[in-house]
C-alpha cells in the first residue's frame, strides 16, 4: 500500500479494517511468536498497532484516504536543509492543489482534527507535525486523520509547556510550516498569492476548530517543539536541519496568523 521511511505496510486480503507493516528498523524473526497489543488509543484510529511478534511485524488499525503533503516529503526537505536543493515548481505546484482543497473542507473536518490533536494532548502524547505525509486525507467524507506518532519517549516532550499541542500544531501540519517559504519561492506571483490566501484560511478554520474544543492557543508551544527537537537531534548526531530557520520563515511570512 505505502512505503515510508519507517516501515512498508500492505493490505490483508479480504480484511480492510487492518493492514500489515514492516518495520525497517527492526530485523526480522520467522520464530518470533504474535502477541495481540493493547490498544492505546481505543477512542481514536491513528492507525496504532493492535498486535505484531515484537521483531518487525506488526498489524495495524487502517486508515483511509491518500497521503498529505508532496511526495517523498522527508528525503526533500533533508535535500533542501544538507544539500541546498531547491523545491521545483511542480511539486509546489502539487501542495498548492492540496491546499486548495482542503480549504474548501467544512469546519467540521477541522473539529474532528482538532479533537483527535486535543486527545493526544491530554495523553501528554506530541502530535508530529513536522512532516505533512503524517496525515491522510480521506476526500470522500472530508475528514483529516492524523497518524505515525512519534517513535520517541513522551517524556522527552515533558519540558514542552505549558501543554503538549497546541492549535499552531494544526495550522504547521496542514501548511508544511516547514517546506511552506520554499513553495512561495517556487510558485508564480499568482500561485503565490493564492497559496497565501488559501494558508490564511486554513489557519482561521484551525483556530475556530481548536478553539471549540479546547485545544492550547499558545503559539510558542511549537517554537519550544523546534527547538528541543533540533537539539536532541544536535546532540545524537552531531547535526540536525535547521527546523528553527525554516519555521521563522514561515513565520515571516504570516505574522498576521
Keep these: 500500500m505505502g512505503e515510508g521511511a519507517k516501515k512498508k505496510v500492505y493490505s490483508i486480503d479480504g480484511i480492510n479494517d487492518y493492514v500489515i507493516a514492516f518495520l525497517k528498523s527492526k530485523k526480522a524473526d520467522k520464530n518470533a511468536e504474535f502477541h495481540p497489543y493493547k490498544d492505546p488509543f481505543p477512542e481514536f484510529n491513528f492507525s496504532q498497532p493492535i498486535g505484531g511478534n515484537n521483531a518487525n511485524f ?13 511526495k517523498d516529503w522527508t528525503a526533500k526537505f533533508l ?21 486548495e482543497n482542503i480549504e474548501s473542507f467544512p469546519i467540521e473536518s477541522y473539529i474532528d482534527l482538532a479533537k ?58 496542514l501548511t508544511d510550516s516547514l517546506l511552506h517559504s520554499e513553495y512561495l519561492d517556487a510558485l508564480s506571483q499568482n500561485d503565490k498569492l493564492k497559496l497565501m490566501t488559501k494558508t490564511r484560511n486554513i489557519a482561521e478554520k484551525c483556530h475556530i476548530a481548536g478553539r471549540k474544543v479546547g485545544l492550547c492557543e499558545d503559539n510558542s508551544i511549537s517554537y519550544q517543539t523546534f527547538t528541543l527537537v533540533q537539539n536532541v537531534q544536535i546532540k545524537r548526531h552531531g547535526k540536525s536541519p535547521d527546523y528553527l530557520e525554516c519555521y521563522k520563515k514561515f513565520l515571516e511570512a504570516y505574522s498576521d496568523l
Design 79 to 99: 535535500g533542501v536543509n544538507y544539500s541546498n536543493k531547491k523545491i521545483p515548481e511542480s511539486d509546489a505546484k502539487v501542495f498548492l492543489s492540496q491546499i
Design 116 to 173: 483527535q490533536f486535543k486527545y493526544l494532548n491530554d495523553k501528554k502524547i506530541k502530535v508530529d507535525m513536522f512532516n505533512p505525509n503524517n496525515l491522510a486525507v480521506d476526500n470522500k467524507n472530508k475528514k483529516f486523520t492524523y497518524f505515525d506518532l512519534f517513535d520517541e519517549d513522551p517524556a522527552m516532550f515533558s519540558p514542552i509547556k505549558p501543554q503538549t499541542n497546541c492549535i499552531q500544531d494544526m495550522i504547521n501540519l
Design 58 to 70: 506488526i498489524i495495524m488499525r487502517r486508515i483511509f484516504g491518500t497521503t498529505y503533503g508532496i
